[in-house]
């Protein structure tokens, strides 16, 4: 099945920029739609941004738009989130996920069958 496995978070100040990455097994990662969720402690998991299997749509969460990009590289089975004007409530674990079945990305978790095992992504003040 599909593995995913998630870089790139850390401690950053509040109004910093950081970038996470979702490296992907298998050979049909361009059909495949991908995703962020989030979930800080306490908190039902949710939703940030998706991106459609070509790259070429992008859906965000009212919470995160403007501040975050969403990217994917097919040649490198790699999908990205840039993070920039973070704030102390972005801090969360952030999982990757993916679908390879529905063809655009959707707000529900269940819609998605694989997932990463999740990095942590501290905003302090």
């Known amino acids: 099945q599909v593995q995913l496995v998630e870089s790139g978070g850390g401690l950053v100040q509040a109004g910093g920029s950081l970038r996470l990455s979702c490296a992907a097994s298998?050979?049909?990662?361009?059909?495949?739609?991908m995703a962020w969720f989030r979930q800080a402690p306490g908190k039902e998991r949710e939703f940030a941004a998706g991106?459609?299997?070509?790259?070429?749509?992008?859906k965000y969460a009212d919470s995160v738009m403007g501040r975050f990009t969403i990217s994917k590289d097919n040649a490198k089975n790699t999908m990205y989130l840039q993070m920039n004007s973070l704030k102390v409530e972005d801090t969360a674990v952030y999982y990757c996920?993916?679908?390879?079945?529905?063809?655009?990305?959707?707000?529900?978790?269940?819609?998605?069958?694989?997932w990463g095992q999740g990095t942590q992504v501290t905003v302090s003040s």
């Open positions: 996920a993916a679908d390879d079945v529905l063809g655009y990305p959707v707000v529900g978790l269940h819609r998605y069958p694989y």
């Open positions: 298998g050979r049909t990662f361009s059909m495949y739609t």
């Open positions: 991106i459609s299997p070509s790259g070429g749509s992008a």
